[in-house]
């Protein structure tokens, strides 16, 4: 599975109606009937007019041969022209194994958490999946408003991605801390937080506004 985030800012004049409006029309025509497009979800990302649009296929060949398509329909020029152009940053990244889409509760999620990050160099990478995996196991589940989560990895620059599903953007912002804390305090699993690059951790929260 390959995550397509398109993080970008629409006009000042844009209302949040309008946008999803015409969204979901540019999707019905450009996206919707794509082969291997799977899944849609388009997020506010903090400030008013900030977006993420979060978009999911079956392997980087479908991404691949449907960006051009997507891009270039007529009926999507609506929503294209809505957006200012010097906003717009691509991130993809690759579903780790184990992980499905189905990990996203797409219906049930409120707001996802995504944090970004890379490993200092001679971190062994199955090793640290292998942390991240029983660090999500061990603590997530104990915390409120936790529904799920997934990670995964951008396979030529090793950026990782972890998105953790919660209820609603205020047990996100409570819990992502919590989160890290716990880690923090456990005598193995603190390994994991030694392992990134601070200096390369990002975050971002995901308020789910409409599934395309």
């Known amino acids: 599975m390959f995550i397509e985030l398109l993080n ?6 844009v209302s949040e109606a309008a946008h999803l409006r015409d969204a979901e029309a540019a999707h019905r025509v450009g996206v919707k009937s794509l082969p291997g497009f799977r899944d849609r979800m388009l997020c506010g990302a903090g400030e008013p007019g900030q977006w993420i649009d979060m978009v999911f296929w079956t392997d980087q060949n ?25 906003t717009i940053h691509l991130q993809t990244a ?21 944090l970004t990050w890379f490993t200092h160099p001679g971190v062994a990478v199955e090793d640290h999946i292998t942390l991240i995996r ?27 991605f972890e998105f953790v599903a919660w209820r609603d953007l205020d047990a996100a912002k409570k819990g992502l801390p919590a989160f890290e804390d716990a880690c923090n305090r456990h005598p193995r699993l603190q390994i994991v937080l030694h392992q990134r690059d601070k200096r390369r951790v990002k ?10």
């Open 8 to 13: 970008y800012a629409t006009k000042p004049n």
């Open 62 to 86: 479908s991404y691949d041969a449907a960006a051009p398509a997507a891009t270039n329909d007529p009926g999507a020029m609506a929503w294209a022209t809505s957006i200012e152009s010097d």
């Open 94 to 114: 690759e579903l780790l194994g184990g992980y499905r889409k189905e990990d996203f509760r797409l219906d049930a999620t409120g707001c996802w958490s995504l």
């Open 134 to 160: 029983a660090a999500q196991a061990q603590l997530l589940p104990a915390l409120d408003g936790f529904v799920s989560c997934a990670t995964a990895r951008h396979p030529a620059t090793g950026e990782f």
């Open 203 to 212: 975050q971002a929260f995901l308020v789910a506004k409409r599934r395309l």
